[in-house]
T-cell receptor, first 115, second 114 residues
């Protein structure tokens, strides 16, 4: 069953702790993305990766970090430096970054609450 | 900076009413345009997309959108909505000189009354 999985679905952390959100895809897609969704603001791009061992900052990268050691995996770490980490985080992938096949497919999301 | 604007934040319709959700983008070069839908408790799903060619694009579930380059618009339409269309709808633009970055609008929440 092809798709994108994110775990966990809900995550609670204390303020000041780093937390890592998992994203795995078995679609053989080259490009992967992390977005943050807040009410009334749509989705905002945090980081994206076109290929393994390469990633680029999106519009709101401060306080976040990523790695892309394997094609199918793109974990996101929310660090203690992120001022307002409570949000819904969505991972996406596309066959490639631009051109035909660039439509993005989304995972189910992780809702992070920092107490 | 490039942006995507959705004019309606919350739309309430009765079943069988016609739907049009506005979307405008601010970029004069090559763009790919998308509408995504997020049903309550479900993944964000692609409704339809425009890459090139016929500006009238048909998607799933009876939705269509028209790309009007002169107006920088990509409005979503459906002639007759159903209760099951209740969801949040997002317009998005992929702008080529931004490294393939997808820029989303703020979203429009559609509530369809049975």
């Amino acid at each position: 069953d092809g798709g994108i999985t994110q775990s966990p679905k809900y995550l609670f952390r204390k303020e000041g702790q780093n937390v890592t959100l998992s994203c795995e895809q078995n679609l053989n897609h080259d490009a992967m993305y992390w977005y943050r969704q807040d009410p009334g603001q749509g989705l905002r791009l945090i980081y994206y990766s076109q290929i393994v061992n390469d990633f680029q900052k999106g519009d709101i990268a401060e306080g976040y970090s990523v790695s892309r050691e394997k094609k199918e995996s793109f974990p996101l770490t929310v660090t203690s430096a992120q001022k307002n980490p409570t949000a819904f985080y969505l991972c996406a992938s596309s066959a490639r970054l631009a051109g035909t096949g660039n439509e993005q497919f989304f995972g189910p999301g992780t809702r992070l609450t920092v107490l | 900076a490039q942006s995507v604007s959705q004019h309606n934040h919350h739309v309430i319709l009765s079943e069988a009413a016609s739907l049009e959700l506005g979307c405008n983008y601010s970029y004069g070069g090559t763009v790919n345009l998308f509408w995504y839908v997020q049903y309550p408790g479900q993944h964000l799903q692609l409704l339809l997309k425009y890459f090139s060619g016929d500006p009238l694009v048909k998607g799933i579930k009876g939705f269509e959108a028209e790309f009007i380059k002169s107006k920088f618009s990509f409005n979503l339409r459906k002639p007759s909505v159903q209760w099951s269309d209740t969801a949040e709808y997002f317009c998005a633009a992929l702008i080529y000189n931004q490294g393939g970055k997808l820029i989303f609008g703020q979203g429009t929440e559609l509530s369809v009354k049975p």
